[in-house]
């Protein structure tokens, strides 16, 4: 008994003395290892051990904090906090969009107007969006989406910025992602059934065009795995 009462001892946070406050004893103490989380509850003496998941614990501290969007951009998907912030899901109905690509450097860029199928921009603000195809506004987690038929993104759908600076507005980031210079850059193939290693080729192909085969398309998944 003499050990627990030195370890609760242990486990206070006290002010000066000269302040006259009583000292503030530990109530619950969290373990974080590598695998586990252990809690320990301390009532009157009685250490309790259990363990706890992280999402418990996040759960349990966030119900004392408020968590709000505020007011959302028009197109908005859905609305997330990840680990390096807010992320929200923009949607933009199928369009005809002014392109440039800039094929060589000190050139003028190769201008197109394109017709694009619907497309989700998951925006952080300031950052360069990921972005993807889908034939429909999306309902469901479980619906197909496509790779974006597009110049500047990785396989993976994350664009590349290069010198373009992404506004902090997130509403304002597809827009802006269009007004800057595309690129051959980044990974341009696997966007076509028909122009599978020829992008440029498409785009030749649609310029002027006022509807986009969705036929064409290129799968990638479901969009719960995207938001993964």
């Known amino acids: 008994m003499t050990e627990l009462s030195n370890e609760l001892r242990a486990y206070q946070w006290a002010l000066p003395e000269s302040l006259d406050v009583p000292p503030d004893e ?3 103490r969290l373990d974080f290892y590598h695998d586990a989380v252990l809690m320990h509850l301390l009532d009157r003496g009685v250490i309790t051990t259990r363990m706890v998941s992280a999402k418990d614990v996040t759960m349990a501290l966030l119900s004392s904090v408020p968590i709000e969007s505020g ?3 028009e197109g908005s998907l859905w609305w997330g906090q990840g680990p390096d912030g807010v992320v929200v899901a923009l949607w933009r109905m199928p369009k005809v969009w002014k392109v440039a690509l800039q ?3 000190f050139k003028p860029p190769l201008r197109f107007r394109l017709p694009m199928p619907g497309l989700i921009f998951i925006c952080q603000a300031g ?8 034939k429909k506004r999306p309902t469901s987690l479980e619906e197909y989406i496509y790779h974006a038929p597009l110049f500047n993104l990785f396989e993976n759908g994350q664009a590349c910025p290069g010198t373009h600076k992404f506004p902090v507005d997130v509403g304002e980031i ?9 690129t051959r850059e980044a990974f341009p193939g696997g966007r076509s059934k ?11 192909e649609l310029d002027g065009k006022k509807r986009y085969p969705v036929g064409d398309l290129v799968r990638i ?4 795995e995207v938001l993964k």
């Open 26 to 28: 530990l109530q619950v």
């Open 71 to 73: 007011v959302l951009p």
């Open 103 to 105: 094929t060589e450097p």
């Open 127 to 134: 950052r360069p969006p990921r972005i993807f195809a889908a």
């Open 174 to 182: 597809p827009e802006s992602f269009f007004t800057s210079f595309f």
């Open 194 to 204: 028909k122009h599978e290693d020829n992008l440029l080729a498409l785009w030749e």
């Open 221 to 224: 998944g479901k969009l719960k």
